[in-house]
């Protein structure tokens, strides 16, 4: 079994910084990327950020040069820092793991999503 576990979420006011959490465990041979992605109320999941394990990183647009992901090979935990957050930035946030569990297969795992709010 894997278990994909965030947190970090929480009301935050506009211009504000939170930080994500995203740890893996269980049965894992290998990770081969984190992906942070968030969900709107009546919104489509969007990818926000990723990053591979060998540190290459790619984010949405809108928050280029605002969020940073990052990756602990130690912890099997990705972090995603986020600062300047607006309003547009509310939603459910996910983790994605994309890893080789004891099937051998690649599989996407996901956890149970944190709630961002950004609001005055």
């Known amino acids: 079994q894997v278990q994909v576990v965030e947190s970090g979420g929480g009301l935050v006011q506009p211009g504000g910084s939170l930080e994500l959490s995203c740890a893996a465990s269980?049965?894992?041979?290998?990770?081969?990327?984190m992906g942070w992605y968030r969900q709107a109320p009546g919104n489509r999941r969007e990818l926000v950020a990723i990053?591979?394990?060998?540190?290459?990183?790619d984010y949405l647009d809108s928050v280029k040069g605002r969020f940073a992901i990052s990756w602990d090979g130690t912890k099997n935990t990705a972090y995603l820092q986020m600062n300047g957050l607006k309003p547009e930035d509310t939603g459910v946030y996910f983790c994605?793991?994309?890893?080789?569990?004891?099937?051998?297969?690649?599989?996407?795992?996901w956890g149970q999503g944190t709630q961002v709010t950004v609001s005055s």
């Open positions: 269980g049965s894992i041979v290998r990770i081969s990327r």
């Open positions: 994605g793991a994309d890893l080789v569990d004891s099937t051998r297969f690649l599989k996407l795992y």
């Open positions: 990053i591979t394990t060998d540190g290459n990183t």
